[in-house]
């Protein structure tokens, strides 16, 4: 209930949760029906990158010299290489393997994915796009040693602040601060 509060898809309560302009990310224990394959489901999952992209790919066909889209243009472009998109194959690559996923994976339907392949391209989702909030639901669940191990050196290593229910003794101990809430 406290995440769904705090992620905004529980609105029946009073009060407010304000988190200012900070990206938030999150992640659930059920997945449903999502549309497109892998790739397009982290894609989508990205801060600004579909936006970015067809920037990228449609002004040059008919910006001519209007300033303004030229700037456009030009800030997409620097906006897209800051957050690490021109590498992002590179990127998913080389976390599909720390995850041990095959990356033909990328290329099949989200919907075909296991829980547990949903739930690691959920997190994969989430470590490049970067956000500044991060909510994990049990993220360790339908993981085997080696995939849980990558997870904790991310979670070591991220600038994110991290809010995580989990029951996972080994991603208790990586924590700052353990909460617990009763009735």
Known sequence: T?????SGKDTDFNGRVSYGNETLMA?????????????????????DFARLETILKTY?????????????????????SERGYYDIENSL????????LDKKLLSQPFTSLSGGQKRLSELIAIQLANPQIVLLDEPT???D???????????????????????????????????????
């Open 141 to 143: 669940n339908h993981m």
């Open 60 to 80: 040059p066909d008919h910006m001519g010299d209007d300033l303004k889209k030229i700037q456009t243009y030009t800030n997409a472009l620097e906006l897209f």
């Open 2 to 6: 406290l995440f769904n509060i705090i």
């Open 93 to 100: 690559e080389r976390l599909f393997d720390a995850y041990q």
């Open 27 to 47: 992640t659930s224990q059920e997945h449903h029906e999502t549309e497109g394959t892998v790739l397009e489901y982290i894609a989508q999952k990205l801060p």
């Open 145 to 183: 040693y080696v995939a849980k191990e990558a997870f904790l050196e991310w979670l070591a290593s991220t600038r994110s602040s991290v809010f995580v229910i989990s029951h996972d003794r080994d991603v208790l101990k990586s924590v700052d601060r353990i909460l617990e809430l009763k009735d």
